[in-house]
């Protein structure tokens, strides 16, 4: 079955990195498109990142340009994001998911979704 598994999250304090992965299973994602959404306490979960599996178009939320970036390892079924310069507002859940519409910011695009990894901004 399609499993998408994240790992990487932890606590940072501001201004420090972390690289979120996500592995892949199940099925050929090559047509597909990797996506990263958050969820902070009590906010609805929102679009934090988004590339084809094959590479192309990139998209990135305002708030994390040039902060964020996504990537891929094709050998290992694996796409990163690696969050540079946190921020508290960053702290929250961070989920991957796959779809087939493209290079969607829209959560109902998605159709395989990983079970989160935490990650906290704080001093």
């Known amino acids: 079955q399609v499993q998408l598994v994240e790992s990487g999250g932890g606590w940072v304090q501001p201004g420090g990195s972390l690289r979120l992965s996500c592995a892949a299973s199940?099925?050929?994602?090559?047509?597909?498109?990797m996506g990263w959404f958050r969820q902070a306490p009590g906010k609805e979960r929102e679009f934090v990142a988004v590339?084809?599996?094959?590479?192309?178009?990139?998209l990135y939320t305002d708030s994390v340009k040039d902060r964020f970036t996504i990537s891929r390892d094709n050998a290992k079924n694996t796409v990163y994001l690696q969050m540079n310069s946190l921020k508290p507002e960053d702290t929250a859940v961070y989920y991957c998911?796959?779809?087939?519409?493209?290079?969607?910011?829209?959560?109902?695009?998605?159709?395989?979704w990983g079970q989160g990894t935490q990650v906290t901004v704080s001093s």
């Open positions: 998911a796959a779809g087939r519409l493209g290079t969607s910011t829209r959560l109902r695009d998605y159709d395989y």
């Open positions: 590339s084809m599996w094959s590479g192309g178009t990139t």
């Open positions: 199940g099925r050929t994602f090559s047509s597909y498109a």
